[in-house]
C-alpha cells in the first residue's frame, strides 16, 4: 500500500440564485395532468437516478460524450477523451502515449482527486479502495456507448466517494451487428491494434472486445504495454427487459521514469531520475458481472448488478537493491511491493412510477474489499537487517529482524437510499433523496520499522441528502437549483503514516468521514443549432481527509476548504459540414480558516477551456481539431509553504487530424501536442533525493508528451 464556512460570497451567484427562485414563484399555477405532455426529446441519462431518464427533467449538470463525438476525436484513450471532450482535468506521473496511471479530478481537489472522483462503468465502481488510480486500461473504446458526467456531489445515489462529480461510463448495447478491427501506429515506437465483435440472435447478443497497446515512449525508462479483453451477453426478454453476464480481463505493464528536477522546462526532461532507472509498475485486472433489469408492470421497474472483481500489482524499483543505496544511507525502500485485492458488490433497486405523484427509487447497496500488499527487500537490504547494522542510528531502527513489511485491510459496506420526485405541476418539479451508509474496516501493518504489529479496526456510518427545483419553462429549456450534501470515507491507504523521526510507520488515526455541502444552479438551451449548458456552483468540505506533510500522516483537516466556481459548455452546428463546440470552467478551491485561510488548494488550476471543430470536405474527407487549456496551479507540498512558492504555468495543448473513409476502410493521420509545447500535469516542491545519499528541497514536475503523429487504418464490415 502506498502512503500517500464560506457563506454564498459570490455577488453574481447571489443574483443567480434569487432569480431562479423569483421565476419559480412566478410560475403560473398549471395542472399536474399536463407534465408528460411538457416532457421533450432529449438525450437519455442514467446517472442521475440509476434509471434511464430525460435529461431535461434533471436538476444538475450531465455533460454526454456521445460515441460519434468519440469516434471524431483525435483522443486515443479514455482519458484523453475525458480532456479534450469533457473538459476535465487530468494529471498523472507517467500519462505517455497510453493515458495509464492517470488522475482525473472534478472537483477541484488536487492531490486527493483520486478519492474525490467517483468512475463508474455502467453504473459500477471502478475506484479501487486504495489510493490507487483507476485501470483505465481495462476501458475498451470500442464498447463505449457515450460518457456522462455529473458535476458535483452524488453521494444520495452512489455513496461514498461521490463529492467532486461521477463519470459514468456506459456500454454498447445496441443490438446492431458490426465487425471493426482498427490498427494505429506512430510516434516512440506506439502500436494501438483493437478487434470488436457484435453479433444478435434473435433476442440474443454477444459482443466481445479485445485491445492491445504497445510503447517505447518518449522518455528513459517510459516503456509501456497494455492488453484488455471484454466478452458480453445479453438476453433480451422484452424491448425493455434483459439479463447479461459479462467477464473482463485486462493487464498492463509499465516503466516509470519519475519526475525531473527543477521547474517545468529546466533539467532534461528526457532522462529518468537515477532511483527510477529500471522501475516498472504491472497490473492485473479481472472480473465477471451479472446484471437484470425487469418491469414487473406499469408500476414497478426493478435493476441490479452483482460484481466480483480482482487485482493484482507489482511494483519493481532495482536501485534499492544496489550497492549505491545501502552504502549512501540505507535500504531507503523495497525493490518489490506486492498488491492483491478483491471485491464484490451488490446493487439492486427499484423504481415506482406514480404518474402525477411522481416517481421513487429505493434502493441497497453492499460491498465487501479485501487487500493484502507487502513490501520485500533485496539481498543487500536484508544483511543490513539481519546484521544490526542500524541498530545504534535513532533515526533508522530496525525490529524483530523482519525481511519484509506485510499490510492487510478489509472493508465491509451497507447503505440504503431513497430518491423521490413530485411534479409540482407541468413545468416545476421537486426532487430529493437521502442515503445512509455504514462502512467498518479493519486494518493490519507489520512492518521492519515498528516494534509490533499495528491493528486498527474501525465502524463510521455518513449520510446524505440533496432537495432541488427543476423548471422546464420552455421545450428544451430549463434551470435548476440544487442544494446537496455528500462524503467519503478514508481508503485503506489513509490509515497509516510515518513517524518524522524513526520513518517507522504509524497510525493516522480513525479518520471521520469527509463531509462536503454544496450549492449549485444552472441550466440547459436548446435551440435549432445550439445546445448551452451553464452552472455556478459553491461547496464547502468539512473535516477534508488530506496527508499532511508536516506530520507525516493523514488527519481530517480541522479548517473548512471552499470551493466555488462557474461552468459553461456550448455545441454550434454552423451549417451541415461545419460543427463547434467549446466551453470552460473557472474555479478557486481555498481555505476558509486557519493557518492557511484564502490559501489556494494545490494542483487546482483557476481555469480550464477548451474548444474543438469538425469540417466535412466531402463525403470521404474530413478533418478536425481540438484544444485545451489548463490555467497555472500551486505544485503539490506542505500548505504552510504553498503560497509562497511559485506556480507551475498554464499551458495549452492542441491536436489535429485528417480523415479519410471509403467504403469499409477508414484512414486518419493524428498530430498530438501540435505546437510541441513544455508542460507538466504533475508538479511539486518537496524534499527530492540526490545521488550519492544527499538531498535538497526543490521543485520537481511530471512532464507531459511532446509532439507525436499517428497513422490509423480502421475496417469495419
Request: proline share 3%.
Amino acid at each position: 500500500m502506498s502512503i500517500n464556512s464560506h457563506a454564498w460570497d459570490c455577488p453574481h451567484g447571489k443574483e443567480f440564485v434569487r432569480a431562479i427562485i423569483l421565476s419559480f414563484m412566478a410560475i403560473s399555477t398549471m395542472g399536474v395532468s399536463e407534465v408528460h405532455a411538457q416532457k421533450q426529446l432529449s438525450a437519455v441519462v442514467v446517472t442521475a437516478s440509476r434509471f434511464e431518464e430525460n435529461s431535461n427533467e434533471v436538476p444538475a449538470t450531465v455533460k454526454v460524450i456521445t460515441r460519434e463525438q468519440i469516434v471524431q476525436s483525435s483522443a486515443q484513450n479514455v482519458v484523453e477523451v475525458l480532456s479534450q471532450l469533457g473538459g476535465l482535468l487530468t494529471s498523472g506521473f507517467n500519462l505517455g502515449q497510453l493515458g495509464l496511471g492517470a488522475s482525473v479530478d472534478l472537483g477541484g481537489y488536487g492531490a486527493t482527486a483520486n478519492s474525490n472522483t467517483l468512475v463508474l462503468i455502467d453504473g459500477q465502481k471502478l475506484n479501487p479502495i486504495d489510493s490507487s488510480t483507476v485501470a483505465w486500461e481495462s476501458l475498451s473504446m470500442n464498447q463505449i456507448d457515450r460518457i456522462e458526467i455529473l458535476q458535483g456531489g452524488a453521494s444520495v445515489q452512489y455513496g461514498n466517494g461521490a463529492v467532486g462529480g461521477v463519470i459514468n461510463i456506459i456500454t454498447n448495447s445496441s443490438r446492431e451487428e458490426a465487425t471493426k478491427l482498427k490498427s494505429r501506429l506512430g510516434s516512440f515506437s506506439t502500436l494501438f491494434n483493437s478487434a470488436f465483435v457484435s453479433r444478435n440472435d434473435g433476442d440474443i447478443l454477444i459482443q466481445s472486445a479485445l485491445n492491445t497497446a504497445n510503447t517505447q515512449g518518449w522518455r528513459q525508462n517510459a516503456a509501456a504495454n497494455s492488453y484488455a479483453f471484454n466478452m458480453k451477453g445479453v438476453k433480451f426478454l422484452t424491448p425493455s427487459d434483459r439479463v447479461s453476464a459479462e467477464v473482463f480481463l485486462s493487464h498492463a505493464n509499465a516503466q516509470s521514469p519519475g519526475g525531473v528536477v527543477g521547474r517545468v522546462g529546466q533539467s532534461n526532461a528526457q532522462l529518468a531520475k537515477f532511483n527510477n532507472v529500471g522501475a516498472t509498475n504491472t497490473g492485473d485486472n479481472a472480473g465477471i458481472k451479472l446484471a437484470a433489469s425487469y418491469s414487473f408492470n406499469a408500476l414497478w421497474r426493478f435493476e441490479g448488478e452483482s460484481v466480483y472483481r480482482t487485482r493484482s500489482s507489482q511494483g519493481y524499483a532495482p536501485y534499492y537493491e544496489s550497492a549505491d543505496s545501502v552504502a549512501n544511507g540505507y535500504p531507503g525502500g523495497p525493490t518489490q511491493t506486492n498488491i492483491q485485492s478483491s471485491e464484490y458488490s451488490l446493487t439492486p433497486r427499484l423504481k415506482a412510477d406514480w404518474d402525477q405523484w411522481g416517481s421513487s427509487v429505493v434502493g441497497y447497496d453492499f460491498s465487501h474489499a479485501q487487500e493484502l500488499s507487502g513490501n520485500v527487500y533485496g539481498a543487500l537490504a536484508q544483511q543490513a537487517i539481519l546484521a544490526n547494522q542500524y541498530a545504534t542510528d535513532p533515526g533508522n531502527p530496525y525490529y524483530n529482524n523482519l525481511l519484509a513489511d506485510k499490510q492487510s485491510a478489509a472493508l465491509v459496506s451497507h447503505s440504503v437510499y431513497l430518491i423521490h420526485r413530485l411534479p409540482l405541476n407541468a413545468k416545476l418539479e421537486l426532487s430529493g433523496g437521502f442515503r445512509r451508509q455504514l462502512q467498518s474496516t479493519s486494518a493490519y501493518d507489520s512492518n521492519i520499522s515498528s516494534a509490533s504489529a499495528l491493528i486498527q479496526n474501525s465502524s463510521f456510518s455518513a449520510n446524505a441528502f440533496d432537495v432541488a427545483l427543476n423548471y422546464r419553462y420552455l421545450p428544451k429549456q430549463r434551470v435548476y437549483v440544487k442544494w446537496n450534501q455528500s462524503f467519503r470515507f478514508a481508503n485503506i491507504d489513509e490509515f497509516w503514516g510515518f513517524d518524522p523521526n524513526s520513518y517507522a510507520r504509524i497510525f493516522s488515526g480513525a479518520l471521520k468521514p469527509q463531509i462536503a455541502q454544496t450549492l449549485e444552479g444552472g441550466g440547459q438551451w436548446q435551440f435549432t443549432q445550439t445546445l448551452l449548458t451553464a452552472s455556478l456552483f459553491q461547496s464547502t468540505t468539512h473535516k477534508e481527509i488530506k496527508y499532511n506533510p508536516t506530520t507525516f500522516y493523514n488527519t481530517n483537516d480541522a479548517n473548512a476548504i471552499a470551493r466555488t466556481g462557474v461552468m459553461l459548455d456550448a455545441t454550434y452546428k454552423i451549417n451541415e459540414q461545419w460543427s463547434v463546440a467549446g466551453g470552460g470552467k473557472y474555479q478557486q478551491s481555498d481555505y476558509v480558516s486557519g493557518p492557511q485561510a484564502h490559501q489556494s488548494v494545490a494542483l487546482v488550476p483557476q481555469w480550464l477551456l477548451n474548444a474543438r471543430s469538425q469540417y466535412t470536405i466531402d463525403r470521404r474527407w474530413w478533418v478536425g481539431g481540438d484544444i485545451h487549456y489548463v490555467g497555472s496551479q500551486y505544485p503539490d507540498s506542505n500548505p504552510t509553504v504553498t503560497s509562497t512558492l511559485n506556480q507551475t504555468a498554464g499551458y495549452f495543448v492542441a491536436n489535429g487530424l485528417i480523415n479519410f473513409h471509403s467504403g469499409p476502410w477508414e484512414t486518419r493521420l493524428t498530430i498530438k501536442n501540435m505546437t510541441n509545447t513544455r508542460y507538466a500535469s504533475t508538479s511539486g516542491y518537496g524534499f527530492v533525493s540526490q545521488p550519492g545519499g544527499t538531498g535538497l528541497n526543490s521543485y520537481y514536475y511530471y512532464p507531459g508528451e511532446k509532439r507525436a503523429f499517428y497513422l490509423s487504418l480502421q475496417y469495419t464490415l
